[in-house]
């Protein structure tokens, strides 16, 4: 409104210098961005009861978030691609049920056929890989929308698991299926080692490999990454398959933790998982965010969790508040980052 | 060698064309995208491929990437025949396209884009160096630009700067540009041309594709015109009039757009457009502006002068610090586009694509989106009638589709754009601002266009455009010159090009 220019400066025509990138260092500061949360959530629960910090505990809320870890790892590299796999819940429950259908007597609502029990383990891993396999035959080639796809394939997983083992939770577990679950390996139970190194593999492939690299290539722009000699189909193929393997693999941890496949394993768990992702700065569009994120999204709910339970909400009560922390986590996630969220 | 030597069908004796195709034959289903066309480009110059929409020039690049295979035909390198299509890094080797749509991973950073799918071998990723092979490459090319930035924080100029150091990165030496100046202001694409220059003096051919024909004099030698999938010529630039270029592209004597005839707008006219004291920090200050019933008001500046913020503005997309807009005497709530529509205006957004049509609805539905309520009572919409306007619309801004029930997405840009400008007008709006109106439009459409907001304004209307192209603004009662956020000129009628593109770059001050 004076004279003096306080105009437009022109959008800048270069970018930053090149070297030492500004720019890197935010993006690993988005990448940590939920560091200061878990640090916070770990003060509030040691206030809320002394018995939070012990090892014990500590153990036991990291193993029961072992298997929504392997979800989670799943579908943030499915969501990285730009795809979607909502049956990763079902797949839970079905590929061990199925293996152990196969394996256990009849009478124990086995089908009958009765397998050698070491069969157990490479049957449930194979179930989960040749859904994987399916849902991307009916995404890639069948040109079917990811969403409403992965959405039948739940309930069609879901149902096949019921109509097999006739509605009925499975007891009679041989032990090699149970060993997972159960075993403990220098004094941490195996299923966290197990989920951990995943992880660390999944962060390594994705971050340091080209192969890896090209999921993110393929999520942010398939044209883009079909013009650079990137057989997209190919690896977004291969990474639903991963993906079912993963979802498999949880099962059986779930399976061994347990001691049983209940009829409804996994059940209504595809929320949490989306939500951890999420929180954890996955985009639903593609081509954004890293598994670290995802996996400190789990930790973060899996604290929540804990600390519901022991603060002393009541069991009626603790599904609504567990919810609607995650949606303010969501409403947070989505401020911090300042950034729309897709 | 000069430009004689290089047209279509010299064989013996020269060098081997960069690249070459001949007898190329293309169909999609009923239509015949190319009918034995060819061009043959020589090494080391700028070639121009012009042509109307739809006159084969995507189909042949995309036969020339490799990225479609011709019915029939051949395309030859150097001499040599082309790879198979199967084998993408023999084809880079050869032949780079930077497409109008980016090929960039907007979610990637530069660097990674650069050297997409070739980070490393089968082992580990060496970032730093990643970073440092990038910076090295960008420097090569003097191109400045931070390889740690996303992609997707790149304008538009240092995106196709990246794009075109990716393609020579990859041992390329034949370029395709397609459309590069269309989204670049005045001075990106005058730096454009600066850096081919330097390129081709490196021994870079390059195809350009543009609808401006002027700039295939300011940079290109050679000019081949394509028209309804045949090759019609090719020739030295400076051996080729305007009005024969035009006339090769067009099919008869077209002549180039001057300014339409128009009376003069009398004092006594109304003022429907009233914008008094306008700022936005950041974008433009102190605008005042005034546009009569019947007035025709270009307005000019170049990419960072705010003057698209400005009709964003007076569209109600955004809301100004300070000042008014008033419409016909009415000052709508700042910043709501409905309050804006009701006061009686009509705007024509930047980018028909994603502010301007649903491109899966039918030309009738989208033309007739803001006047639903006049086609039927209580919200209903009867089809007959909303068929009925929209055939109307057709006829009167002469849209080429094969009816009224066509989705827009099967258009041309041209045909694409008519429609946008049918809606704008759809409701008799008193003041109609445009955005780039021609923007991507070939020369007979942008006529008709133009023509069409001519009448418009006869009828009344008091008009805004807003553009970068002296074509556009021809027929405007007179022109504003926008620079840095100020309005710094205004030229009334019979202005020269000269006179006008001096004030928009800021050449001489007032």
Redo the contacts between chains.
């Keep these: 409104?004076t004279g003096t220019?306080?105009?437009?400066?022109?959008?800048a025509?270069?970018?930053?210098?090149?070297?030492l990138?500004?720019?890197?260092p935010l993006?690993r500061l988005r990448d940590l961005a939920l560091v200061p949360a878990i640090l916070l959530l770990v003060v509030v629960g040691a206030i809320i009861d002394p018995v939070f910090l012990s090892s014990a505990n500590i153990t036991n809320v990291l193993q029961q978030q072992t298997e929504l870890a392997l979800l989670v790892l799943a579908e943030a590299i499915i969501l990285i691609a730009g795809k979607f796999d909502l049956s990763l819940e079902s797949t839970i429950g079905l590929a061990p049920a199925l293996a152990l259908a196969l394996v256990i007597p009849a009478a124990s609502n086995g089908l009958g056929t009765e397998l050698p029990a070491g069969l157990a383990i490479p049957i449930c891993l194979l179930v989960g890989v040749a859904i994987g396999a399916f849902n991307g035959l009916l995404i890639l080639r069948f040109k079917l929308s990811a969403f409403i796809v992965t959405l039948g394939m739940l309930i069609v997983l879901r149902g096949l698991q019921i109509g097999i083992t006739g509605g009925q939770n499975l007891f009679d577990i041989p032990p090699s299926v149970l060993y997972l679950g159960n075993a403990v390996w220098f004094g941490v139970p195996a299923s966290i080692w197990i989920s951990g190194t995943l992880f660390v593999v999944g962060i390594?492939a994705l971050?340091?490999?080209?192969h890896g690299?090209?999921v993110?290539?393929i999520?942010?722009?398939t044209?883009?990454?079909r013009?650079?000699?990137?057989r997209t189909d190919r690896v977004v193929w291969i990474i639903l398959m991963v993906g079912g393997l993963l979802a498999a693999l949880a099962g059986l941890l779930m399976t061994g933790r347990l001691g049983s496949v209940a009829a409804a394993q996994g059940d209504g768990m595809i929320f949490t998982v989306f939500a951890a992702a999420v929180i954890g700065g996955i985009?639903l569009d593609g081509?954004?965010g890293t598994l670290f994120g995802a996996l400190c999204g789990v930790i973060v709910l899996g604290l929540i969790n804990n600390i519901l339970t022991l603060a002393g909400v009541s069991a009626q009560w603790i599904q609504a508040i567990y919810g609607a922390i995650i949606l303010i986590a969501l409403i947070l996630a989505r401020l911090t980052s300042g950034k729309a969220q897709d | 060698m000069t430009g004689q030597t290089q047209t279509a069908g010299t064989v013996a004796g020269a060098v081997a064309p960069a690249a070459e195709a001949r007898d190329i034959s293309k169909r999609y289903g009923a239509t015949v995208a190319l009918h034995s066309a060819g061009i043959t480009i020589a090494p080391g110059e700028t070639h121009a491929l012009v042509g109307r929409n739809g006159a084969g020039k995507s189909t042949l690049v995309s036969i020339l990437t490799g990225l479609q295979r011709p019915d029939s035909g051949q395309v030859r390198f150097d001499g040599t025949p082309a790879p198979a299509l199967a084998d993408r890094d023999a084809w880079r080797q050869r032949v780079a396209c930077v497409y109008q749509k980016s090929t960039i991973i907007p979610t990637l950073t530069v660097a990674e884009n650069l050297f997409l799918n070739r980070q490393a071998g089968r082992g580990l990723i060496d970032w730093r160096g990643l970073r440092r092979r990038a910076a090295d490459l960008l420097e090569g090319y003097a191109v400045a630009v931070d390889p740690a930035a996303p992609a997707g924080s790149l304008t538009v100029e240092q995106r196709q700067l990246v794009e075109i150091a990716r393609a020579l990165s990859f041992g390329a030496t034949f370029i395709i540009l397609d459309e590069p100046t269309a989204q670049l202001d005045a001075a990106a694409i005058e730096r454009l041309f600066g850096r081919m220059r330097e390129l081709q003096a490196a021994g870079v051919t390059f195809l350009f594709i543009s609808h401006h024909l002027q700039e295939v004099y300011e940079v290109c030698q050679t000019v081949t015109v394509l028209r309804d999938a045949r090759h019609i010529l090719t020739q030295p630039v400076d051996t080729l009039s305007r009005e024969a270029l035009v006339a090769a592209m067009t099919g008869d004597a077209g002549e180039t757009l001057a300014g339409i005839d128009r009376p003069a707008v009398p004092e006594s006219a109304p003022v429907v457009l009233d914008v008094a004291g306008l700022g936005l920090a950041g974008f433009y200050q102190d605008i005042d502006l005034r546009v009569r019933a019947g007035e025709l008001v270009g307005l000019i500046g170049s990419g960072s002068s705010g003057k698209v913020a400005l009709a964003e503005t007076i569209a109600g997309l955004r809301r100004a610090d300070t000042g008014t807009v008033s419409l016909a005497g009415n000052t709508p709530k700042p910043g709501s586009v409905p309050a804006a529509l009701a006061a009686g205006l009509g705007y024509l957004p930047q980018d028909r694509h994603r502010e301007g049509l649903v491109p899966l609805l039918s030309v009738a539905e989208n033309a007739t989106l803001p006047i639903t309520d006049r086609l039927g009572p209580a919200g209903i919409i009867a089809p007959t009638r909303q068929r009925a306007v929209a055939q109307r619309m057709i006829e009167a801004y002469d849209i080429k589709t094969d009816g009224p029930h066509q989705p827009v997405n099967g258009l041309s840009g041209g045909n694409a754009q008519k429609v946008v400008l049918a809606r704008a007008l759809a409701n008799d709006p008193k003041a109609l601002v445009m955005v780039s109106p021609t923007a991507g439009v070939d020369v007979r459409s942008k006529d008709s266009l133009l023509r069409a907001v001519a009448e418009a304004a006869a009828q009344g209307t008091g008009v805004l455009i807003v553009s970068d192209e002296l074509d556009d603004l021809r027929s405007c009662d007179r022109v504003l010159v926008m620079f840095h956020g100020r309005v710094v000129r205004e030229v009334s009628r019979g202005w020269a090009d000269a006179e006008l593109v001096t004030a928009v770059e800021g050449v001489e001050q007032p």
Excluded: L
Aim: net charge positive; charged share 15%.
């Design positions: 409104m220019q306080t105009i437009a400066k022109p959008p025509p270069t970018g930053g210098r090149p070297g990138g500004g720019r890197i993006a390594a971050g340091f490999f080209r690299r090209a993110y290539a999520g942010g722009n044209d883009a990454a013009a650079a000699g990137i985009s081509g954004k």
